[in-house]
């Protein structure tokens, strides 16, 4: 058992829909090893239920799977929200939610993304992918003020920096590519691989 131990090691990110290809590039260069946990909210629609576990589940790299309501948190893991079903952190255990709430999209990226800043707060990096900015903003903002880090993906549909509506400022301290993206939460997870960021 891999038991969580108080480092920067809960990694959280969310991509709309159209996002899985993006989401398989970001994992391949995740190395089997990371010494954190990753959690992915992708946006599907109902009736086309996307099988991301499989798609991201590969020879030699890190283990994905759909994530087990009261699952306890483990790092070397990715866990993936089931169609349908919000998929939060509560007492270092997932929650599933089967969607009750009055939210535009299900499952949510800023239930994920709060949920972890308020379980473990600087430990947590948010990575927001491709246009997401209609869910997965709040987030983001909750895990900047909890301490965490974040970061946008700088791409054709957002070529220019988010920024906060309500103060202006920056949504991310990174607004970077995709290729830009792995190296980041490396360099994150352990910062001796700053260099390499």
């Known amino acids: 058992m891999n038991a969580i131990k108080l480092g920067h090691d809960i990694i959280v990110i969310g991509a709309p829909i159209g996002g899985g290809a993006a989401l398989a590039y970001l994992v391949a260069h995740f190395p089997p090893n990371l010494e954190a946990s990753v959690f992915i909210v992708l946006h599907a629609m109902p009736e086309s239920p996307i099988l991301l576990a499989d798609i991201l589940n590969a020879p030699g790299r890190m283990r994905a799977a759909p994530a087990l309501n009261g699952e ?62 209609e869910d997965g903003a709040t987030g983001l903002q909750v895990i900047r003020k909890a301490g965490g880090h974040t970061i946008t993906h700088r791409n054709e549909a957002m070529p220019d920096e988010p920024t906060n509506p309500a103060t202006g400022e920056p949504l991310a301290h990174y607004h970077i590519k995709l290729d830009e993206i792995a190296p980041r939460v490396l360099a994150y997870v352990n910062p001796a691989m700053e260099g390499a960021a």
Not at 89 to 96: A, E, F, M, P, T
Not at 105 to 129: C, K, M, Q, Y
């Open 72 to 133: 306890q948190i483990e790092r070397r893991r990715i866990y993936v929200a089931a169609t349908g079903r919000h998929l939060m952190i509560r007492d270092g255990k997932i929650h599933l939610a089967n969607g009750e709430m009055e939210l535009p999209h299900r499952p949510s990226i800023d239930l994920l993304f709060t949920s972890a800043a308020a379980a473990f707060r600087e430990r947590v990096l948010g990575v927001l992918l491709l246009h997401a900015r």
